[in-house]
């Protein structure tokens, strides 16, 4: 194949056999896109020399340019795809998000609007007209179009996001909370929508709560929920690189599908051997996989390439302390720590070992850094709330208690049923007893059943006038 390809000697072929309504197809050189693209492209342009009606070989280059990000080039393609197919989803899809991303924002909604008169049930389309129309000012369509989505799916993160901006966007910043609020409690690790829910709660002028979610969007900046999105995947899938294979392997993980998540780590890492964060996620993995050995070579590995972090460190140190390797544990989280010494999940899990050896003073300090750095970390709350009652100072573990409680999960039954022994203990009785019922009521919800006959058995004592 020559270094540079030119097409423009095709483009009287093509416009004779295609008819003046097609668009031409671009120049395109290939020595300008990179070897992997290249290699792909080029088939398909031959292809395309040979048959310039070939419907796929015109959306197989559309959607490998889009893949790369070539947009401008893609476009032509896709058009082309969409106006000799005018049955598949795909070419109009494809091409609004390439117009999208060229600011060609009502070119882009005309797309998406001749996707769902091809498929009306297809969301990602809806929801990116819904965006693009919110992009382009035209707020009152937009939020039509999410108000329809967030009817049809209430739980649905990405549309309760783009609703809630929406709303705040027509000035209706009540309403923008309480669908963005929504949107992080269906998606808590949404990065986007905590941030779009701080900007909400600074214009209603509650500082603490704005604050509360840009911390939130700070740790959250690079993840989404996935997204319910085919068309999106299958195009993604084409780009040969580490990046994409790293991103693909996240969104394996996220969706339980684990041993799809190690091959995809596993060809980043050959495509880019010093991708750290391929190296931090895959000693997990292999840790929820319950192999371990496979765990401990893949840190050791990280290591010897000079690929240490933190989250490397911490992620390991996690399974060695399931896989009751005490020591080698204790030293993964303090390299952690060496990193970063706000680091608060390693600050619990050393805390948390430092108690079992029975250095309660030491434990509590760990505790005490790892809620300074994340105050909202429910499980250290609890933890420091034990060692309190282990002092019997129960003023000082109602607190640590009651912040526990503040996050709800399948741990809160536990944390309200020792807020209650804490509450018993501080004599306020009446109190104790109520949260001893509330925690009754989620332990059932949660089909605790040992907690709630400890609950049970505790009331019991204490209806009969004991403590």
């Known amino acids: 194949m020559k270094a540079r390809l030119w097409l423009a000697a095709c483009l009287c072929t093509w416009a004779a056999c295609s008819g003046p309504e097609l668009e031409p197809i671009p120049e395109i050189a290939l020595d300008e896109l990179g070897p992997s693209l290249a290699n792909q492209l080029g088939p398909q342009l031959d292809a395309l020399r040979a048959n310039s009606g070939d419907i796929n070989a ?24 969409g106006e000799l197919d005018s049955s598949q989803l795909r070419w109009p899809y494809y091409l609004g998000i390439s117009l999208a991303q060229l600011g060609r924002g009502a070119e882009a909604a005309e797309a998406f609007r001749e996707c769902i008169r091809r498929d009306d049930g297809y969301r990602p389309a809806k929801r990116r007209l819904a965006e693009v129309l ?41 309403a923008a909370v309480q669908h963005l609020r929504r949107a992080v409690r269906a998606a808590p690790a949404f990065g986007q929508a905590h941030y779009a829910l701080a900007l909400a709660y600074r214009e209603l002028g509650e500082e603490g709560k704005s604050s509360e979610h840009l911390d939130l969007y700070a740790r959250h900046r690079e993840s ?23 991103k693909r392997g996240v969104e394996a993980m996220e969706a339980g599908r684990r041993g799809d998540a190690v091959s995809l780590h596993a060809r980043a890492l050959r495509e880019d051997p010093s991708l750290t964060q391929a190296h931090v996620n895959l000693v997990i993995l292999y840790g929820s996989m319950k192999r371990p050995e496979d765990a401990a070579a893949q840190y050791r590995s990280a290591l010897d390439a000079g690929l ?22 204790r030293l993964a989280f303090e390299a952690a720590l060496e990193i970063n010494p ?4 390693a600050n619990h899990n050393l805390g948390q070992m430092l108690e079992e ?21 429910a499980l250290s709350h609890y933890k420091l709330g034990l060692l309190w009652m282990r002092e019997f100072d129960a003023a000082k573990a109602v607190r640590a208690f009651r912040q526990a409680i503040e996050e709800q999960s399948d741990r809160t039954p536990t944390y309200l049923f020792s807020l209650a022994a804490a509450l018993l203990a501080s004599g306020e009785r009446e ?35 004991g403590r």
């Open 58 to 81: 015109a959306g197989n280059a559309g959607m490998l340019l889009h893949a790369y990000g070539q947009h401008d080039l893609a476009v032509a393609f896709l058009k082309r795809a």
């Open 134 to 174: 919110l992009a382009g000012d035209d707020v009152d369509r937009s939020r039509d179009v999410f108000r329809e989505l967030v009817a049809a799916e209430p739980d649905d993160a990405r549309a309760l996001h783009g609703l809630g901006k929406a709303e705040a966007a027509a000035g209706q910043l009540e």
């Open 224 to 246: 989404e929920p996935a997204a319910d999105d085919p068309l999106a995947s299958a195009v993604a899938g084409l780009r040969a690189t580490a990046a994409e294979y790293l």
């Open 308 to 329: 240490a972090s933190a989250e490397l460190h911490y992620n390991y140190g996690v399974v060695a302390y399931r896989e009751r390797e005490a020591e080698a544990a």
């Open 342 to 345: 706000d680091h608060a999940l």
């Open 357 to 377: 050896q029975g250095r309660f003073g030491e434990a509590r300090a760990r505790y005490e850094r790892a809620l300074a750095s994340r105050p909202d970390h």
């Open 431 to 465: 109190a104790a007893v109520a949260r001893f019922r509330e925690a009754r009521a989620q332990a059932a919800g949660f089909s605790q059943a040992e907690l709630v006959a400890q609950i049970d058995e505790t009331l019991r004592k204490l209806e009969a006038g």
